[in-house]
Each structure stands twice: as structure tokens, then as C-alpha cells.
């Protein structure tokens, strides 16, 4: 069906990353709010169909390279089952859509918008290829969402939380790298001529990372994640806004579903789509949901 094939090219399913624009509303005491929340749901399209398009022409670049690789063959455009100029088309049609929709917010928005595209294009032609640049590119596209919900209801947000994205976006950066890297040696393990099949050659940066590089990384990352969280919820400004020091009582979630991912992939092998481990994985499910009650809970003092 055609447009099952255009929803894989536009990766819908990807659309859930964008939900850290919910983020700011939801600490600035304004989530049951309906105007609050319906401008955060617009910014969340804008952002989702604006990573859609990148996502096209990424696709658009890495076309040749995803051919060679045992699981990317099979999206729609390495695939050929959509062609490469419906493929521009549609990202073109993607990004005027999102630069029309975003006209109608205000500037410090529009402006972060205009910055996160421009920055995934450069990831996409070039970062993507530099060590270290790569995966701070992707943690910068998240903080920019972080932002982006900021100033699109015009709130203030924490550094302390700003941080936190930070570092859960590196730390899921590295670790979808960590599982390519560990893809590629079983396959030069297997077959040396298996390696350039493989992906090394749609990933030219892992000649230059290594797994015991990319396990420090990760450490020093998921440190990151809770240091700044735990300090976000202890914080003056913290207690002040939400008038009680409850929240420090969701750390624990937040440091069980570091653990978990972490489990996944040094155990199971699941951690470079990180998107399907979040929705597939029922402790990390439950985990989420945990937290989101928690957290609600406490800062709206629903009970």
C-alpha cells in the first residue's frame, strides 16, 4: 500500500522523540491548561514534520550506503519502492508545510525551529561523519525541542533540566553507537569482505570510535543523567516553584530506566533503535508510565 510506504519514508514512528517539547509544559505548571497545551501540541507537529523531512533526505544522502546494509535494504527508498524524486517532493512539501505552520508562533520559536533544521542538514552531509560531532549533534537537536517548548508558551526552564536532556540524548547517541560498532565486529568476525556490507560503510565515523571508547562515554553520560536530574529536583528554585521537595522521590525511576537501557543493549543487543526499545520494552513501559504518574503527582498535588 502506497501510503504505508510513504508513512516508513517519513518515519512516523520516530514522531515520539519530539515529546520532549511537552517537557516545559509539563514542569511549568501548566499541562491542564488548554490553551497551554494546545499551542505545545501545534509546536509538537511543527517538529515532527520537520524531523520527517530530515529524516527524507538523510535517507536521500545515505541512499547508495543503505543498499549495502542487511537491515536499512529494506526502507522504502534504498528498497526503490519509493522512487528518489517522489522522495524530494515530499520533503520539500514537508519542509514548506512546517515553515508555513511555524509562522504563526513567535519569533525566539521560529528561530529554533529554522536552527534545528539547518542543524540536522549539516548532520546529515557532514557531522554525521565527525567523532564526537555526531553524537553531540543529536543531543543538541533534542535540547533545541527542550527550548522550543520553552519559548513557545513562553516560560522559563531550568539549566538543571536542560542538562538532563543533554545528557539522556548523548547517552542514547553513544549507545546507538556502541550497538553498531558491536554489529560490526560479529560481522568482520564472520567474514571480513562482510564488513564493508555492513555498518561501516553507511557509518564511516565508527572506524574512529571504539566499544571500550564508546563505554566510557556511556558512563560518563548516564552520570550525567542522574547527577542533573537529582540535583534539578532539590534545587532552591525547584522547591520554591512546585512548594515541596517531593520531587526527588522520582530519581529512583529515572536511574532504574538508565539501567534498563543500559541492560538492554550490554546484554540483549537492544539499544540502537531506541525508539523501539522505549515503546516495546514492558519494564521500561512501565517504568515511563511510573514516572509520568509520579511526577504529575507531585507537582500537581493531585492527592
Not at 514492558?282 to 507537582?299: E, R
Request: net charge positive.
Amino acid at each position: 500500500m502506497i501510503l504505508f510506504k510513504f508513512l516508513r519514508l517519513i518515519r512516523v514512528h520516530q514522531w515520539i522523540k519530539n515529546v520532549f517539547v511537552f517537557i516545559p509544559l509539563l514542569f511549568s505548571l501548566h499541562l491542564f491548561n488548554k490553551d497551554y497545551f494546545i499551542t505545545t501540541l501545534f509546536a509538537f507537529l511543527v517538529f515532527c514534520l520537520a524531523s520527517s523531512a530530515i529524516y527524507v533526505i538523510n535517507d536521500l544522502v545515505d541512499i547508495e550506503s543503505d543498499r549495502a546494509h542487511p537491515v536499512k535494504k529494506n526502507r522504502p527508498l534504498p528498497s526503490g519502492a519509493i522512487s528518489q524524486t517522489a522522495a524530494i517532493i515530499t520533503a520539500s512539501l514537508l519542509l514548506v508545510l512546517v515553515f508555513w505552520l511555524m509562522m504563526y508562533f513567535n519569533i525566539e520559536f521560529i528561530l529554533l525551529v529554522v536552527a534545528f533544521v539547518m542543524l540536522n542538514m549539516l548532520y546529515s552531509f557532514l557531522f554525521k561523519n565527525v567523532v564526537l560531532l555526531d553524537v553531540f549533534s543529536i543531543a543538541a537537536g533534542f535540547s533545541m525541542r527542550v527550548l522550543a517548548g520553552a519559548f513557545v508558551i513562553q516560560v522559563p526552564i531550568s539549566s538543571w533540566l536542560l542538562l538532563t536532556t543533554m545528557f539522556i540524548s548523548l547517552f542514547l547517541g553513544v549507545m546507538k553507537r556502541r550497538s553498531e560498532l558491536v554489529l560490526v565486529n560479529e560481522n568482520q568476525k564472520l567474514n571480513s569482505d562482510a564488513v564493508e556490507q555492513s555498518g561501516t560503510q553507511s557509518r564511516k565515523v565508527l572506524t574512529q570510535y571504539s566499544l571500550n571508547f564508546a563505554d566510557q562515554m556511556a558512563t560518563v553520560a548516564a552520570t550525567g543523567v542522574i547527577v542533573c536530574y537529582a540535583l534539578y529536583t532539590v534545587a532552591p528554585r525547584t522547591i520554591s516553584i512546585f512548594q515541596t521537595e517531593r520531587l526527588i522521590y522520582t530519581t529512583p525511576f529515572v536511574v532504574f530506566g538508565i539501567f534498563r537501557f543500559m541492560y538492554l543493549e550490554y546484554i540483549s543487543g537492544k539499544g540502537e533503535n531506541s525508539t523501539r526499545t522505549l515503546a516495546t520494552d514492558i519494564p521500561m513501559i512501565v517504568n515511563l508510565l511510573l514516572y509520568g504518574f509520579a511526577t504529575i503527582t507531585i507537582i500537581y498535588k493531585l492527592f
